[in-house]
């Protein structure tokens, strides 16, 4: 019996694969780096996701429902899978690939805790100050992080204001990304 469970999907596994997908699409809109200033690069696009993902897996783990934080778990999973990945696909060797998601996971971690600390807490100059160390390296453009923190704000209430349903369905809406 036991045999069979190595094929039983987890239950929520395509639902976070859906979310998490859409958490990178919002991440790669060319507003962020055009007009955010956000660096084109492969840290600039891994700060994006984490931050995206961090908002989402915030919002998913603050919801009432019992499921939120078994759904928050897949999102992170699916994200973790695709880092993985994506590492494997660049060419990255089977022997480092371990330490080198352990290394985004905790730079994930630390990134989600301060974005939810400056949050949690209405500190904006807080989450400023945390996007302009973890994306510019403290070295943002002339007022790139307090668009970026803005953004995360805005998009923090959206989050807030959807329904789990959808998000349990596997549907988020990250919206559009404002000038």
Do not use: C
């Amino acid at each position: 019996m036991a045999f069979f469970g190595l094929f039983r999907r987890r239950t929520h596994e395509r639902a976070g694969f859906a979310l998490y997908t859409a958490a990178v699409t919002a991440a790669r809109d060319p507003l962020l780096f055009e007009e955010g200033g956000v660096p084109d690069t492969l840290e600039g696009r891994f700060d994006l996701v984490a931050l995206h993902a961090a908002l989402l897996v915030r919002r998913l783990r603050r919801d009432p429902d019992p499921r939120g934080p078994a759904l928050a778990q897949a999102v992170f999973d699916a994200m973790f899978a695709d880092m993985d990945l994506n590492l494997r696909e660049m060419g990255v060797g089977d022997m480092s690939i371990g330490k080198r998601v352990r290394r985004m996971w905790e730079a994930f971690h630390g990134r989600a805790l301060a974005y939810e600390a400056a949050l949690e807490g209405g500190d904006a100059a807080g989450l400023e100050a945390a996007l302009a160390r973890n994306v510019w390296g403290g070295e943002p453009p002339q007022g790139a992080a307090a668009r970026l923190a803005a953004h995360a704000a805005a998009l923090d209430g959206r989050l807030a204001a959807q329904p789990f349903a959808g998000f349990a369905a596997g549907e988020v809406d990250f919206g559009k990304v404002a000038a």
